[in-house]
């Protein structure tokens, strides 16, 4: 197993994927890298092969993604390069962006509810909130009731009189 001082001299992607968890840390430590003592050994890798490719140290300047791996945990280091200051700021922007989507769910369902009401003035006073397909038991007729039916007021009416 190599060591960190044979990595802090020539530093090489594969050295780095052999260290263990400690060796990391300590390479970590070595360039000023702070990447917590509770995460996992993956991600403590990650991190500091992420720092160690912005800050040069690798020869080639590419950060290359293992194929074998098909994902990557990254619960651990979602926030690794943000300062506290940093994340607060983040935070309070996403809780923004979550109160403005409340607020624009809410005048979408505001709007809804105006036109439903537009529409309910907007029928004449005298008129039945009848669907234009229901059909009249008296006369067969389309969009009106047997109680509003003008055949049936006339019939009634021819009735009445006699």
């Known amino acids: 197993m190599e060591s960190v001082e044979d990595f802090v001299r020539a530093p090489s992607e594969e050295l780095l994927e052999g260290f263990s968890r400690e060796q990391l840390i300590c390479v970590a430590e070595h360039f000023h890298l702070d990447v917590g003592d509770k995460r996992l050994k993956e991600n403590i890798r990650g991190i500091v092969k992420a720092n160690l490719f912005e ?4 020869k080639g300047g590419k950060y290359t993604v293992d194929p074998s ?12 390069g943000l300062t506290f200051e940093q994340r607060k700021e ?14 624009k769910m809410r005048g979408e369902v505001e709007i809804k509810r105006l036109e ?3 529409r309910r003035l907007n029928l004449p006073a005298g008129q039945p ?5 229901e059909v009249c038991d008296f006369c067969r007729g389309r969009g009106h009731w047997k109680a509003d039916c ?5 019939s009634r ?4 009189g006699q």
């Open 129 to 133: 909130r009848v669907d234009p397909s």
């Open 55 to 58: 800050l040069g140290a690798f």
């Open 90 to 103: 983040l935070l309070l922007l996403q809780t923004e962006m979550e109160k403005l989507a409340v607020e």
């Open 150 to 154: 003008p055949k049936a007021k006339a």
């Open 116 to 118: 439903l009401e537009e």
């Open 157 to 160: 009416g021819n009735n009445g």
């Open 69 to 80: 791996r098909d994902s990557v945990n990254m619960s651990g280091c979602r926030d690794a």
